[in-house]
């Protein structure tokens, strides 16, 4: 089942905040947050598998929920370099069906 | 290690013709994974495999898509016979355990344009 992403697309100004949602109608097993520039590959960012569980990268961090329902993907003081789209893939207890979400396409303007 | 390595890097085809796509994994991993990606499906998961052995091929669009992985380093999706709503870009991903708790490696895709 694929997860739903919010927003479906994002202007920022360098230096402002951007929160990409991620959500399942069920508990999942893991989640995790992939990037993606204009024709290249999907690159990996994080892995959160624990409820309540926050983790970060650099200036990117991301969250999951208790219920582990819903994570979130945090950009802090963005970076003409975080341009492109952001994925959320799910793995459902039981399988190793590693599912993305629709994508969040983020542009960073000067 | 160079990654998972992806061929051809582009491929255009008339309606109707055989389409071979090639994956080599990264050595050592696993899991193996093919991806298509249009932009009103995004990344749909076609199938994937466990120590060569085809686990879930529910993602599969239709009988005229075939998957096979006759040893660990290689890997090939055939569209037989092609059309043009299979024109997209194809990933293969591998992942040394479990994706559970491990990243995909993603290769560099084959864009595959049907005439």
């Known amino acids: 089942q694929q997860p739903v992403q919010s927003p479906q697309a994002v202007i920022l100004r360098e230096g402002e905040d951007a929160v990409i949602n991620c959500s399942s109608s069920?508990?999942?097993?893991?989640v995790h947050w992939y990037r993606q520039k204009h024709g290249e590959a999907p690159v990996f960012l994080m892995i959160?598998?624990?409820?309540?569980e926050q983790k970060g990268h650099e200036k990117i961090s991301a969250s999951f929920n208790e219920k582990k329902q819903q994570s979130s993907l945090y950009l802090t003081a963005s970076q003409l370099s975080y341009s492109g789209t952001y994925f959320c893939g799910s793995v459902n207890f039981g399988n190793e069906k590693l599912t993305f979400g629709t994508g969040t396409r983020l542009t960073i303007i000067p | 290690d160079a990654g998972v390595i992806q061929s051809p890097r582009h491929e255009v085809t008339e309606m109707g013709q055989e389409v071979t796509l090639r994956c080599k994994p990264i050595s050592g991993h696993d899991y193996l994974f093919w991806y298509r990606q249009t932009m009103m499906r995004g990344l749909e998961l076609l199938i994937y495999?466990?120590?060569?052995?085809?686990?879930?091929d529910s993602g599969m669009p239709e009988d005229r898509f075939s998957a096979k992985m006759p040893n660990a380093s290689f890997s090939t999706l055939k569209i037989q016979p092609s059309e043009p709503r299979d024109s997209a870009v194809y990933f293969c991903?591998?992942?040394?355990?479990?994706?559970?708790?491990?990243?995909?490696?993603f290769g560099q895709g084959t864009r595959l344009t049907v005439v």
């Open positions: 991903a591998s992942s040394f355990e479990r994706t559970s708790w491990t990243e995909a490696f």
């Open positions: 959160l598998l624990k409820g309540g």
């Open positions: 495999f466990n120590n060569n052995v085809p686990i879930d």
């Open positions: 069920k508990a999942l097993y893991s």
